[in-house]
Nanobody, 130 residues
Framework: QVQLVESGGGLVQAGDSLRLSCAAS????????MGWFRQAPGKEREFVAA????????NYGGSLEGRFTISRDNANDTVYLQMTSLKSEDTAVYYC???????????????????????WGQGTQVTVSS
């Protein structure tokens, strides 16, 4: 079991930056691949970013690369999502997710689909005012 707790959300203005954190417990973070998703009102939950267990591979949804950066600190069991140049359309609840290792050899794999993840946090609200 992995417990995930997001933090760092809030109300910001367009153009501002924000860093979300996801603290993991219950299993060593180095044993799980991580991802961030978001869900805006009335919309499907969408993929934002993913990082492999090893941290050497990352992937971003849509046109987010360049504005968003995912990183991980396995020593502190925390994953981060740095968001810059925020836009009103970034307003959503942001969720972090974890996928347990399936193999000794999937350390460099990242995952972009919701159904590929095993554990989810409760989410943190990000509101960007224009």
């Amino acid at each position: 079991q992995v417990q995930l707790v997001e933090s760092g959300g809030g109300l910001v203005q367009a153009g501002d930056s924000l860093r979300l954190s996801c603290a993991a417990s219950g299993r060593t973070l180095s044993r799980v691949a991580m991802g961030w998703f978001r869900q805006a009102p009335g919309k499907e939950r969408e993929f934002v970013a993913a990082i492999s267990r090893s941290g050497d591979n990352t992937n971003y949804g849509g046109s987010l690369e360049g504005r968003f950066t995912i990183s991980r600190d396995n020593a502190n069991d925390t994953v981060y999502l740095q968001m810059t140049s925020l836009k009103s359309e970034d307003t959503a609840v942001y969720y972090c997710a974890a996928r347990a290792a399936r193999s000794l050899y999937d350390g460099s794999a990242y995952y972009t689909a919701r159904e590929e993840y095993d554990y989810w946090g409760q989410g943190t609200q990000v509101t960007v005012s224009s």
